[in-house]
């Protein structure tokens, strides 16, 4: 139990890290801006367009009495936006980080370097196209396994009492495992660890990662606190990755009375 708390505090200090940090985390909210304008820009397409769509896919219904048309066609079309929301949820964090990727990127090494006693950061050597594709594989990978949880869970909503009380918490649960394992990603794909290794080290830390997933999960349930979260969320992601490899972090680093680190941000592109 006590890992739930220390995955809750890192959270909290990768907020405090960007906070004196200003120009990276100015830096780190284009992604989230950016990808809040798509994601919306379909759900509204999806509200608009959705009722128009159910009707083209079931005309086996066409000649249905009334009311059993309009119950039937109203019930697919709050499935499908419902479907539509939750996929947005799942897919947020893995296409905001795809869209940062050299955002976050140079934000996780520079939360390294902060915290690193010998004030040094693991590189992957990896050219950014590589990166890129390799960060785009992985999150397939993930959402697909997210899918089939948010499909069970769904169908186990029906049944009485159980959907309606146990089965919502497993869901934060399970939404917050996979948004960690998304955000560790960043840090831990620069030491060359690879999608297995990073779900094998998620696995044998349950509760850390609860700790802090679970609680930016239903964080960002609320509209728009994902855009202001993320890149204190990728900073704590990066000292839960040191943690997860048994790696030192300097507490003067995620102090919060440490001095302000930031030269490094003013003189270095961000997106290198």
Known sequence: MRDLGVGFRYL??????????????????????????????????????????????????????????GLFRGFLTAVLFALGLLLAVLTFTAVTLLI????????????????????????????????????????????????????????????????QTVVPVIGFFVTGFFLTEELVAVALQRRDVDLRARLALLRGRRMLVWGFGTPLGLAFLVPFVAVFLMPGAVAGATLLARELLGEEISEAGTADDAPDTGRAAGEENPAR
Do not use: C, M
């Not at 890290?17 to 989230?32: E, I, K, T």
């Not at 939360?111 to 950014?128: I, K, Q």
């Not at 959402?143 to 169908?155: E, G, H, I, Y």
């Open 100 to 163: 940062g990727q050299p955002f976050y990127e140079n934000l996780s090494e520079k939360v390294d370097r902060d915290v690193s006693p010998d004030g040094t950061a693991p590189e992957s050597g990896l050219p950014l196209w590589r990166e890129l594709w390799v960060s785009a594989r992985d999150s397939l990978r993930i959402l697909l396994r997210a899918l089939v949880w948010a499909v069970l869970l769904f169908a186990l909503g029906f049944v009485p009492v159980l959907g």
């Open 12 to 69: 909290l200090k990768g907020q405090r890290w960007v906070a004196r940090h200003g120009r990276q985390y100015g830096f780190g909210l284009v992604p989230g801006l950016l990808t809040l304008v798509l994601y919306a820009a379909a759900l509204v397409a999806l509200a608009v367009w959705g009722e128009d769509f159910v009707g083209w896919s079931t005309p086996f219904a066409d000649h249905w009495p009334n009311p059993w048309l």
